[in-house]
């Protein structure tokens, strides 16, 4: 997120193609698959900053731009799902209090996907019943 947004913003020209060039690979102990930690909340700075850099030079974009916001703050969410810290639940609560307050924009955008908006009905009744969605979900 941090970087390949800023090289395509000081691109004269961008080439789209098709065929797969990136192939992830798994490590057990990369930040993706260890527990939460403070490490990622960057995801949403990170986002954030991609945001407003986007939109200085794109403001066309502000729809597409907050869905990737949305997804960053749900997707670092899912992570907090079993947090116990007072401090982490205190960063918890402000994310649920952020997409709260988009849920209008959330899901009056067709382009949002299903997911997000599904997410977005279960936190708004009540983050017990978004973390039972959520741990539903996973077993899939």
Same mark, same amino acid.
């Given at each position: 997120?941090?970087?390949?947004?800023?090289?395509?913003?000081?691109?004269?020209?961008?080439?789209?193609?098709?065929?797969?060039?990136?192939?992830?690979?798994?490590?057990?102990?990369?930040?993706?698959?260890?527990?939460?930690?403070?490490?990622?909340?960057?995801?949403? *700075?990170?986002?954030?900053?991609?945001?407003? *850099?986007?939109?200085?030079?794109?403001?066309?974009?502000?729809?597409?731009?907050?869905?990737?916001?949305?997804?960053?703050?749900?997707?670092?969410?899912?992570?907090?799902?079993?947090?116990?810290?007072?401090?982490?639940?205190?960063?918890? *609560?402000?994310?649920?209090?952020?997409?709260?307050?988009?849920?209008?924009?959330?899901?009056? *955008?067709?382009?949002?996907?299903?997911?997000?908006?599904?997410?977005?009905?279960?936190?708004?009744?009540?983050?017990?019943?978004?973390?039972?969605?959520?741990?539903?979900?996973?077993?899939?």
């Amino acid at each position: 997120i941090g970087t390949t947004y800023k090289l395509m913003i000081a691109s004269q020209e961008i080439a789209c193609g098709y065929e797969s060039k990136y192939h992830y690979i798994f490590h057990e102990n990369s930040i993706v698959n260890s527990s939460f930690s403070m490490k990622k909340m960057d995801m949403i *700075d990170m986002t954030d900053q991609m945001a407003e *850099d986007v939109l200085n030079i794109y403001p066309e974009l502000k729809r597409a731009v907050h869905r990737r916001q949305v997804y960053a703050r749900f997707s670092t969410l899912n992570q907090m799902i079993n947090v116990k810290n007072a401090e982490y639940r205190k960063m918890r *609560d402000e994310i649920i209090k952020y997409l709260r307050k988009n849920s209008f924009a959330i899901m009056r *955008d067709h382009k949002n996907p299903k997911r997000d908006k599904v997410a977005m009905i279960g936190l708004m009744l009540g983050f017990p019943i978004y973390k039972i969605m959520y741990k539903m979900n996973s077993r899939y």
